[in-house]
């Protein structure tokens, strides 16, 4: 027994050196090449193998396609990291060379392999096997993303019911090692015609098998998402007005902006900036304006306190780091965030510029998909400022049918009231097609809430809004169903929510049931109002502070009625580029067809910042509120 335990115990040992062996042969064989990361592959297996394809075209790349690669089943998908395997033909030396058992270099990759990998096996010849049922129910065991070869596979109906991806030029009952023997295990390859670089992204599908390369992965997937957005939108157009696909396809880069193409995508509000067939290798060239200053004006926080705080300082124009733009603002937006940075409330490290989204023209861009002119919105940090350095993925373009001021609102209060009414509530509401579920909403007459009104009604659901007596004719703009007017407190950011007894109103309104989801920015003097008004599993979003946090309470309150709480935030709902295009197209559409009204309150100077922060603070808004920076 003891004798038996050892030698699992000297097996795994071995076995643990010959796997750390070869992970270092891997390290150093892919040193130059960049890791792909997990969401990045998730990106790019949410595209088609044509559009990568078209996407490493436009770029200057050669084909990454591997010839022969064809899906062992219908159906079948995959995407991960390339860990490789080089077989070489049959010769007497090299096999008594060839490392055996487990050290054999097929062996080595299986260990390698994992739910994020895909074994690329590079055969001698199409018929030529490179593995069946034995071999390969330990790819099965290592949960393997999909194994790909320009060779062929045996025992089919076994590999099969493994449930893992197999792309292969065919099926044979050919025996593999009388014809060629694997002979290197993560090394450069070529496999059907493709390079293969270990930790390349391989994405399979219907169409076949593509090689993304690691070093312009992040670039390939920016240009391929842009094309399959255009071919959509062409797809669209050829159903709705059936015409020849000619008019608009293939599309050749450039796109030129007077062809039919080009004209049908300026009135999407599409722009086709990163659509050039010029080779662009590794990197991308610097693409700036020769205007641009070594200085300009912002809105400084040297301390934390009042809106005097605040200060109107020369600083230099900041660095543009790769990926990113440099964009001359015209508008930034005022928000109440703003005030809890300056106040101390939500900490941020001093000195630092104040706001956070802005919208203007790109004068520098290391950024792919953006090119110096193009008009953008964004929303990053140290906004109150004649330049911005934004990340290229959070920089959105800006229709033309759509102002910069408007789009500056669209940018935190918008985007804040789009994810609030669409996924905060985690679905536990449902529109009024569907059932008899309410919504109510707090502070309708400030911006964020009067935006959310608006789209909730947009989106079907029935609507309840709290608002002050000054603000009412805000709030039935919204078209909201019932309106709940209180009293004014001047001078505060709220109202006297205590001025009526809104928990009484809100259950005569549904009946008895209550609001199924409440949307509350005011905090502290209506979280208890909140609490009381929710339905038997609703759900109380509080996203804001505009009369002090919501303070500490029992989970155990929420026993009554089994109710959700959440506390949301923007970063959250925009995590990555698809999401946060998403939501804006959604609102640059409702704009454009005239559903969503947007109301510019008022409109100050750059060196105003003081006073439009006293403005917000004391309760006067009635819309957005944006700096204007000449």
């Not at 030698?7 to 992970?23: E, G, I, N, P």
């Not at 312009?216 to 071919?231: G, L, M, P, T």
């Not at 609507?463 to 709940?484: C, E, N």
């Not at 309150?557 to 939501?583: C, G, H, M, Q």
Request: hydrophobic residues 35%; glycine residues 8%.
């Amino acid at each position: 027994m003891a004798c038996r335990t050892m030698a699992r115990v000297s097996h795994f040992k071995l076995k643990l050196a010959q796997v750390t062996r070869f992970t270092r042969i891997f390290q150093s064989t892919s040193s130059q090449n960049p890791v792909v990361s997990d969401e990045l592959l998730e990106k790019l297996g949410s595209l088609s193998t044509q559009s990568l394809t078209d996407g490493l075209w436009v770029m200057g790349w050669p084909s990454p396609f591997i010839e022969g690669a064809r899906p062992l089943q219908e159906g079948m998908k995959c995407v991960g990291r390339a860990v490789t395997v080089r077989f070489v033909p049959h010769r007497p030396d090299i096999a008594a060379d060839k490392p055996v058992g487990i050290s054999s270099p097929e062996y080595e990759a299986f260990e390698l392999c994992g739910p994020k990998e895909i074994l690329v096996m590079s055969s001698i010849g199409p018929w030529d096997s490179v593995g069946g049922d034995i071999k390969f129910l330990r790819l099965m065991q290592r949960n393997v993303g999909g194994l790909v070869t320009d060779g062929s596979v045996r025992d089919t109906d076994e590999l099969v019911s493994y449930k893992f991806p197999v792309f292969s030029y065919s099926t044979t009952p050919k025996q593999g090692p009388a014809f060629m023997q694997p002979w290197e295990c993560n090394t450069v390859v070529s496999c059907g015609g493709a390079v293969v670089r270990p930790g390349d992204c391989i994405v399979g599908d219907q169409d076949g098998v593509v090689v993304v390369p690691a070093a312009v992965a992040e670039d390939v997937y920016k240009i391929a998402r842009e094309r399959e957005e255009i071919e959509e939108i062409v797809k669209e157009e050829l159903i709705k007005n059936p015409s020849s696909p000619g008019i608009y396809y293939p599309f050749k880069p450039p796109i030129k902006k007077d062809s039919a193409l080009g004209k049908l995508l300026t009135s999407k509000g599409v722009r086709f900036m990163s659509t050039s067939s010029k080779p662009l290798g590794h990197g991308l060239q610097t693409r700036k304006m020769s205007s641009i200053p070594t200085t300009m004006k912002a809105i400084v926080v040297n301390e934390t306190g009042p809106a005097e705080c605040m200060q109107l300082e020369t600083v230099p124009v900041p660095e543009v780091p790769q990926n990113h733009v440099l964009v001359k603002n015209e508008f930034c937006g005022v928000n109440f965030i703003d005030t809890y940075h300056r106040g101390g409330l939500y900490k941020r490290n001093l000195p630092f510029i104040a706001g956070q989204e802005g919208a203007g023209e790109i004068v520098h861009s290391e950024h792919i998909a953006h090119m110096p002119g193009s008009r953008v919105v964004y929303s990053v940090l140290e906004t109150y400022s004649e330049y911005s350095v934004v990340p290229g993925d959070k920089a959105v373009p800006v229709p033309g049918n759509i102002s910069l001021d408007t789009a500056t609102a669209c940018a935190v209060q918008g985007l804040t009231a789009h994810y609030l009414v669409t996924d905060a509530h985690a679905g536990l509401i449902k529109p009024k097609s569907v059932a008899d579920d309410w919504m109510l909403i707090h502070g309708a007459g400030g911006g964020t809430c009067q935006w959310a009104a608006q789209m909730a009604k947009i989106l079907g659901y029935n609507v309840i809004v709290t608002v002050s007596k000054s603000k009412a004719s805000i709030a039935k703009a919204t078209g909201a169903d019932f309106i709940i007017e209180v009293d004014d407190m001047p001078g505060t950011q709220y109202e006297d929510y205590n001025s009526v007894d809104i928990v009484q109103q809100v259950m005569e309104i549904t009946e008895g049931k209550g609001a199924k989801c409440v949307i509350d920015g005011i905090g502290e003097a209506t979280y208890d109002i909140s609490l009381k008004c929710l339905g038997q599993r609703g759900i109380f979003v509080t996203f804001g502070n505009a009369s002090g946090p919501v303070p500490a309470f029992p989970p155990l309150r929420l026993i009554e009625k089994s109710a959700f709480v959440t506390r949301p935030k923007l970063l959250d709902y925009t995590r990555n580029r698809a999401e946060l295009y998403e939501r804006y197209n959604d609102i640059f559409e409702w704009i454009t067809e005239g559903s969503l009204q947007i109301h510019i309150d008022r409109v100050f100077d750059l060196s105003q910042a003081i006073e439009a922060h006293k403005y917000l603070e004391e309760g006067n808004s009635k819309g957005k509120v944006i700096l204007s920076i000449k």
